[in-house]
């Protein structure tokens, strides 16, 4: 299978750890050149050095994704250092409290929705103008489990990630005469350290109930980063605006 992304300059987000740490490393094997964006200086620094030792290219660019100003940082380190954007993997993410509507408060339901959707917007926006001049590049998104059905996580997550897969299909649709695809994976569970900060009785899956069950087998981090490297590789060429499920089955059920 021929991916063509060898050489690629390639943006992952939240690339310290889980699965987009395994997605930039798996970018990096490929020969791709790998910004590695993350909130978290040390576990990004410690990619970097793991992809740099076994002879890959990587560069660091820590911040929180969901202020313009670390957005630009990241999209001018990877047009200044490896001459583009050629493949956008959106894949920072945070949890909610697994709550119900009613017990979600503004500034949960406000974070979750600025880190989980509107950072992937603005990352999107800044990096578009590189990839129309290119005439091509390749988007993937992680959305979730929680962007198919309504029985994987609280209010703020699920509505999120709804909110990557809408997004998901737009940027599909509107830029596919331009050469550039966007796809996206809906992992099932994954082991990786994302948190879910379950506040005992009313949140959590017990608040979800018997909705919550059928989960299937937790994925390992580089079940994930395979779909999103093939999504964003040349063996995806007419694969535009799919939601590709890695989940074991569970969106099956
Ligand atoms: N683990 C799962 O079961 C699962 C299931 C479905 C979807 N997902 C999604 O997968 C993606 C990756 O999560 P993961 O499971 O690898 O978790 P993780 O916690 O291991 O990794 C997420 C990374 O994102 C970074 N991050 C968080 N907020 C950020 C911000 N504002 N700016 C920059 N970086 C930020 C964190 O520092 C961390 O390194 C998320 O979008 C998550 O919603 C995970």
Redesign the pocket.
């Known amino acids: 299978m021929a991916t063509g992304l060898d050489g690629r300059s390639v943006i992952v987000?939240?690339?310290?750890?889980?699965?987009?740490?395994?997605a930039a490393v798996a970018f990096a094997a490929e020969g791709s050149k790998v910004v590695v964006?993350?909130?978290?200086a040390e576990?990004?620094e410690k990619v970097v050095s793991e992809i740099e030792e076994a002879g890959g290219t990587a560069v660091a660019v820590?911040?929180?994704?969901?202020?313009q100003a670390?957005v630009d940082r990241v999209t001018s380190t990877a047009v200044e250092r490896f001459g583009g954007v050629d493949v956008l993997v959106?894949?920072?993410?945070?949890?909610d409290r697994m709550s119900a509507a009613a017990d979600v408060g503004d500034a949960e339901w406000e974070r979750v929705i600025?880190?989980?959707l509107t950072?992937p917007f603005l990352l999107t926006r800044a990096v578009l103008p590189h990839m129309l001049k290119a005439g091509k590049g390749a988007i993937v998104n992680?959305?979730?489990?929680?962007?198919l059905r309504g029985s994987?996580a609280g209010a703020a997550?699920t509505a999120s990630?709804h909110g990557?897969v809408g997004l998901t299909k737009n940027l599909a649709v509107m830029y596919r005469d331009q050469g550039i695809r966007t796809n996206a994976?809906?992992?099932?569970?994954?082991?990786?350290?994302?948190?879910v900060d379950i506040d005992g009785e009313a949140h959590g899956p017990r608040a979800l109930g018997p909705y919550f069950g059928n989960v299937g087998r937790?994925?390992e981090?580089e079940e994930?980063a395979a779909a999103i490297v093939f999504l964003a590789s040349d063996a995806a060429s007419n694969i535009n605006g799919v939601v590709l499920a890695v989940d074991n089955g569970w969106s099956a059920v």
């Open positions: 987000t939240g690339a310290g750890s889980g699965i987009g740490r395994a964006a993350d909130l978290n576990t990004a820590t911040g929180d994704l969901s202020e670390v959106n894949n920072a993410g945070i949890m600025r880190v989980n950072a992680t959305a979730s489990e929680a962007g994987a997550y990630k990557v994976i809906a992992p099932g569970g994954t082991a990786t350290g994302l948190a937790v994925s981090p994930q």
